[in-house]
């Protein structure tokens, strides 16, 4: 009977980096996944994340990004693949707003270089933007996004050369410590089961199939991409990636155009699921269509009609921070989810801390601000 030093679930995200780190520390891994990754019924589909530094949602973040793009960087070094791409990121927000004035001071406080613009000055230099005075921009140079699927692809066949095995088809539906053993079983729907001394749950928008006790809700997101007309949308052209609040507090996000299509997001709104099937196709419910038109209507142009959009799914926890914590008191299992849909460009460093605590080494980052207990949970 073969015990693992460190199982991974759920290896969409941040599992197909907690794998390949444990590798690289010399551990016994295995990575297992209900898919085949990447796939698209979770979080990290759909080609591109944003990779942003100066954090609108709060400096408790800065510490863990600027570390997420070094082993990025270190990466795409080893491997000579393509996977982050600096074209600046572009946050434009009223003045008086939460949102500029958390990426403002978290880029002062952490020496992120960031260039403001008023709204004049931003028209000038990507004129296809409009807005009125009250709103302001903060350009950040070494930001940029990031190619999800190659991401992880590279992460699991990185894993895979070290000697880490893979279980993919593996629907897990019960992880338990066996305190006779000293061991942690992860069962599956068909009764297999795995054994490891340590095991990493990050099973993302589905983890409360595992545990439902846990505080997370699944969220259905639509994005699309869209045929442009002006080619300074085009990233050869130099247009950037974008963070963008309106004054009614919707957010959106998008990059570049490449091949022709520009893709755009909202990050907030969408429907509360409870089950895979209600993460349904894009266009299922009529305000798929018009969820960026506020956006293109009012203040981004040269762009034509939709070509296409697509789902995804968020796990929001109630505060939408993460949660990332030990879910035992024997601390051998732990926890990534509630990443509430900001979460991919952070899938380098939290693989890196959750492989360097279950190998019981020492992290040097504070994650007390994402611990479980926060909501009162009784889980031990």
Not at 154 to 180: D, H, M, N, P
Not at 354 to 363: H, V, Y
Request: glycine share 8%; hydrophobic share 35%.
């Amino acid at each position: 009977m073969k015990v693992y030093d460190v199982a991974v679930v759920g290896t969409g995200s941040v599992g197909s980096a907690a794998g390949y780190y444990s590798s690289t520390m010399g551990a016994s891994v295995v990575q297992i996944d209900s898919e085949y990754p990447p796939h698209c019924k979770g979080s990290h589909h759909g080609e591109t994340r944003l990779m942003r530094h100066a954090y609108a949602e709060g400096e408790k973040y800065i510490p863990l990004v600027l570390k997420a793009q070094c082993l990025w960087n270190d990466l795409e070094l080893k491997t000579n693949k393509p996977i982050f791409h600096r074209v600046g990121v572009l946050n434009i927000a009223p003045k008086n707003t939460d949102f500029y004035k958390n990426v403002l001071m978290t880029a002062q406080q952490y020496n992120i270089p960031i260039k403001q613009y008023t709204t004049l000055e931003i028209q000038k230099r990507w004129p296809n933007w409009t807005f009125d005075a009250s709103y302001i921009g903060l350009f950040e140079p070494d930001a940029g996004y990031l190619n999800a699927p190659l991401a992880i692809e590279t992460y699991l066949s990185e894993s895979r050369k070290i000697g880490a095995s893979q279980l993919f088809g593996f629907e897990v539906i019960k992880i338990q410590y066996c305190e006779t053993r000293d061991f942690v079983i992860i069962q599956s729907a068909d009764g297999k089961e795995v054994y490891a001394k340590q095991v990493i749950v990050c099973a993302g928008t589905w983890i409360g199939k595992i545990f439902p006790e846990l505080p997370v809700q699944p969220k259905r997101k639509v994005f699309e991409w869209f045929n442009i007309s002006d080619q300074k949308l085009s990233e050869e052209k130099g247009f950037p990636a974008f963070a963008i609040q309106l004054k009614n507090s919707a957010t959106y996000y998008g990059f570049p155009a490449k091949n022709g299509q520009i893709k755009i997001g909202r990050h907030d709104g969408g429907q509360n699921i409870s089950t895979l099937n209600e993460n349904s196709e894009y266009e299922t419910y009529t305000n798929d269509a018009i969820e960026v038109e506020g956006l293109l209507k009012n203040h981004l142009s040269g762009v034509e009609h939709l070509s296409h959009g697509a789902a995804c799914s968020y796990d929001m926890s109630p505060d939408e921070d993460f949660i990332i914590d030990w879910l035992n008191s024997k601390k051998n299992i732990q926890i990534v989810t509630g990443l509430s849909g900001h979460g991919f460009k952070f899938v380098s460093v939290l693989g890196w801390l959750m492989a360097q605590r279950a190998l019981g080494k020492a992290i040097d980052y504070d994650l007390s601000a994402f611990r479980l207990n926060r909501f009162n949970d009784k889980t031990e």
